[in-house]
């Protein structure tokens, strides 16, 4: 027996533990799909580095394979991915990676799921203390010694050589010490069922040591031998255990899209994007011809909770990148998706890209260009189809509805496409949804000839506006820009269907047509007011550019507004927030 060095877990380890215990006890089931999800990224790994120098898929095969024993209350989960060195053992079951305790504390506070956040924020591996009095992980890395890390909670483990059963090439084989109030998982039917609920979509096979009855046929020693004739038989019961494959492991992505139902999207996008919430929508299609591809993109029905805290969190990695069904990253700098769609989830599967593909591969390839302007494409398709249900598109408005302003301002090719789903508050429309511009433009009065909009703090303030008293009077409709992304995109919009889209406040704005008679009083007015305009902006003096006399007004006397190629107040905060 080889001698064990003793370590302390850091500090965070023994918290989040505790945590996990204390709040999943009721949930105690979910230990098996962080587990099982920890074993098939293993294998992903070891068959990505399979993938030999010229690009061809190893002989690698990853397989999964769960094995009870009753009397010793032992369940074992053993893959044969990349496996753990000693350091590697350290760091990643001893101390706690990205997130730490604060966060994931926090984000228990916020009322969200429990069970749906240890995946998300790798600490997965400690569910196994739901179940387990102690945990074993014998493991080998490929050319380094097996080892045997062991824990029985508290704040200790242990890292010691392993002599036990070897492990081939590499590998971990995962051994619980069940609880005695967990012994339910030692029962063959009770892990299957299990394994069918969050296992689904593992991409591995995932065998079940399972007592099987065969039947032999062998010679029947009883009955009479008559000559001439083949010697009578009998069949006899016999008992094996067999490695029994559990799982359908072709991807999903691979099957008829018509062959898919709704639940199965919606399972595959919580099991593989590691969320929980059911997805507002999905695509999923194919491309062949030069370039061929497969792809799936979500549209998630809730903010996931990275970008709750940042918009352009750049550690969320909507895709997920596969070359012929083999997982390579989802961590590239070269997105898939532009930033405006950071929001999504979804995976490509391309069969052109070389499997060994690099970042320079990548950053040069046209495929990628290719991929990314059809995933584009395919997701306006997917909003057309949310705008279609009230209820659902109420709920992309309020969940990403800025993405699709910074679109607006970001993709010039699709911004007309993008306007249809850019929702902006509105003096004629309702504070829920707001108005979009095809909505606005359906509106429209006659003989109106432009777009208008205001900025202000809120749509209280934004219709208080004086400026605003000309267009009122001719019941033309104006947008309210609340948010500073509001402005931003509206200013950028240029025309939209021939109607110019112009900032109500400025001075070029043209507020309705005149007739004569009403040109004739501008004109008189100008005359009799020039003294005041005169003193006033000898009062003001520099504060201000020019003081003129307006035909904007109806019932207010004065009105400031911005010059032409001049930046709205609104602007004006922004840029100073930004140079801070
Ligand atoms: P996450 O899977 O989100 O990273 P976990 O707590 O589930 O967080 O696992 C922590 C780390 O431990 C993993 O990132 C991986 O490096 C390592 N690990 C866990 N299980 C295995 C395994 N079966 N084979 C190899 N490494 C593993
Ligand atoms: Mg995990």
Redesign the pocket.
């Known amino acids: 027996e080889a001698t064990a060095e003793t370590y302390e877990f850091e500090a965070e380890v023994s918290k989040v533990m505790d945590i996990i215990i204390n709040s999943l006890y009721s949930d105690k089931d979910i230990f098996l799909r962080?587990?099982i999800?920890?074993?098939s990224?293993?294998c992903d790994k070891k068959r990505f580095l399979s993938i030999t120098d010229d690009g061809s898929e190893g002989s690698y095969n990853g397989r999964i394979r769960l094995f009870m024993d009753k009397e010793k209350s032992l369940l074992t989960i053993e893959?044969n991915?990349?496996?753990?060195t000693k350091k590697?053992l350290q760091t990643?079951?001893g101390k706690i990676?990205q997130s730490g305790t604060k966060m994931f504390t926090e984000a228990l506070g916020t009322g969200a799921d429990a069970t749906n956040l240890i995946?998300q924020?790798?600490?997965?591996?400690?569910s196994a203390f739901l179940v387990a009095d102690k945990v074993t992980?014998v493991?080998k890395a490929q050319g380094e010694p097996q080892l045997r890390w062991e824990s029985k909670a508290a704040n200790k483990y242990t890292i010691a050589e392993d002599n036990s059963e070897p492990i081939e090439g590499s590998?971990?084989r995962?051994i619980l010490t069940l609880k005695e109030d967990a012994d339910k998982y030692l029962d063959n039917y009770t892990i299957r069922d299990m394994l069918k609920r969050y296992s689904e979509f593992i991409s591995f096979p995932i065998e079940l040591w399972t007592e099987k009855t065969e039947y032999d046929t062998v010679p029947d020693p009883d009955a009479e031998v008559k000559e001439g004739e083949e010697p009578p038989t009998k069949t006899v019961p016999r008992t094996t255990n067999v490695w029994e494959t559990v799982n359908v492991a072709k991807p999903l992505w691979m099957r008829n899209p018509k062959d898919v139902s709704d639940d199965e999207y919606n399972e595959f996008y919580k099991t593989t994007f590691k969320a929980y919430d059911t997805p507002d929508a999905h695509v999923h299609f194919s491309l062949e011809g030069q370039v061929e591809f497969r792809a799936m993109l979500f549209c998630p029905s809730t903010v996931p909770w990275e970008l709750s805290q940042d918009m352009f969190n750049d550690k969320v990695h909507p895709m997920k990148l596969f070359v012929k069904r083999v997982f390579i990253s989802d961590k590239f700098e070269e997105q898939l998706l532009p930033r405006w769609l950071s929001f999504l989830k979804g995976m490509v599967d391309s069969e052109d890209l070389p499997l060994n593909v690099s970042r320079e591969i990548l950053q040069k390839s046209k495929v990628l260009s290719i991929i990314s302007k059809r995933l584009v494409r395919k997701a306006l398709d997917m909003f057309d189809e949310i705008q279609k249900d009230e209820e659902k598109f109420a709920r992309f408005v309020t969940n990403f509805g800025r993405y699709i302003k910074v679109g607006v301002i970001e993709d010039q090719d699709n911004k007309d496409t993008l306007l249809k789903f850019a929702s902006f508050a509105s003096s004629e429309s309702n504070d829920k949804t707001g108005t979009t511009l095809p909505d606005y433009v359906k509106r429209m009065k006659e003989g109106q000839k432009q777009i208008y909009y205001i900025s202000g703090s809120s749509k209280a303030a934004a219709s208080q506006s004086p400026v605003l008293e000309r267009l009122k009077s001719k019941g033309y409709e104006v947008l309210f820009a609340l948010d500073q992304i509001d402005e931003i995109a509206l200013q950028g919009v240029g025309k939209f269907k021939d109607f110019d889209v112009i900032d109500a406040s400025k001075e070029n704005a043209d507020l309705g047509e005149k007739s004569e008679e009403e040109k004739k009083q501008e004109e008189a007015a100008k005359e009799d007011l020039k003294p005041t305009c005169d003193f006033i902006k000898k009062v003001l003096q520099s504060t201000v550019d020019r003081v003129e006399v307006s035909s904007r007004l109806t019932a207010s006397p004065s009105a400031l507004v911005q010059p032409q190629w001049g930046m709205s107040p609104q602007m004006q905060r922004f840029m100073k927030a930004q140079a801070a």
Do not use: C, K, P
């Open positions: 962080e587990l999800s920890n074993a990224d293993a893959d991915g990349v496996g753990m590697e990643n079951l990676a995946g924020f790798g600490v997965g591996f400690y992980v493991t590998g971990t995962l």
